[in-house]
């Protein structure tokens, strides 16, 4: 149970909010992970890492996986379990609120493939190198991973082919999000601002500001740690192109500041 009542910086309620209206993009990324399980022969149980309302977990479930979905959240637990019930999914997926990089005092079972889409908690590479080796020990023979998160040059590619993507808002469920982001080349360090405000029926309400600063790593780093800690790279894929006009289908540009790496356990 999340006892601190804080997730990345947010309120709970709040996080909660956050994570549930992206329930939709699951439409959009489920093609390319399930391209990637049936085109490296994956079996059928699966691990997702840093699950949110299960926008991932319950389209696999829908397509034949078995998935237990952990979270920091346990509203977003709650709300992933519904989900999975109202989409007729519940007996293939089960979650459990916790921080994944405990994942010893979650569970002792294995799996064959594990997932962690946009839901990093590691601090650093070596972080990821450490949580890696361990997480081996849950994982079946030649097991596969998915890991998708931002990384250095697809950030920089982005706001240099659209700057516009450095100023960017949401009107969704009766929330306002106002994003901004800067990056100072000298020291490869991203900062976001972050506006959050209430719908009151004739306006919004201010909520809340959130603010960080941090260093996204290479491409090279997520690979080199991924190796060191006994997985073979397999593919590596990131966005080509931006448009600009339809940044609601991406519902986040942190889409397009990514890289989907998959791997295979040696």
């Known amino acids: 149970m999340n006892t601190t009542g804080k997730i990345y910086g947010y309120d709970e309620d709040l996080w909660y909010d956050v994570i549930r209206r992206e329930w939709k993009s699951g439409d959009r990324d489920i093609g390319r992970i399930l ?29 034949g996986y078995s998935v237990l979905g952990i ?8 709300e992933a379990a519904k989900l999975a019930n109202e989409l007729g999914v519940a007996g293939s997926t089960r979650y459990l609120v916790g921080n994944y990089l405990h994942l010893e005092e979650l569970t002792d079972e294995r799996f064959d493939v594990a997932t962690c889409i946009l839901a990093s908690s590691w601090n650093s590479m070596v972080d990821l190198k450490e949580f890696l080796k361990k997480l081996a020990g849950f994982m079946n023979p030649s097991a596969v991973l998915i890991i998708q998160d931002t990384v250095n040059e697809s950030f920089v590619q982005t706001l240099t082919s659209c700057p516009a993507a450095q100023r960017w808002f949401s009107d969704e469920g009766g929330l306002l999000a106002l994003h901004s982001w800067s990056y100072d080349c000298e020291h490869s360090a991203v900062k976001t601002e972050k506006k959050f405000y209430r719908s009151t029926g004739s306006g919004f309400a201010f909520i809340t500001q959130i603010e960080r600063t941090y260093c996204p790593p290479y491409l090279s780093e997520f690979t080199d740690a991924i190796g060191e800690a006994g997985w073979e790279i397999v593919s590596v894929e990131r966005p080509t192109s931006f448009n600009p006009v339809g940044i609601g289908d991406y519902n986040d540009p942190w889409l397009l500041f990514s890289a989907t790496i998959s791997a295979r356990l040696k």
């Not at 979270?71 to 709650?78: G, R």
């Open 71 to 78: 979270d920091l959240s346990e509203k977003c637990v709650t």
């Open 35 to 63: 391209s990637i399980l049936r085109r490296l022969n994956a079996g059928k149980s699966i691990l997702d890492l840093g699950c949110g309302v299960g926008r991932i977990s319950s389209r696999l479930a829908k397509n």
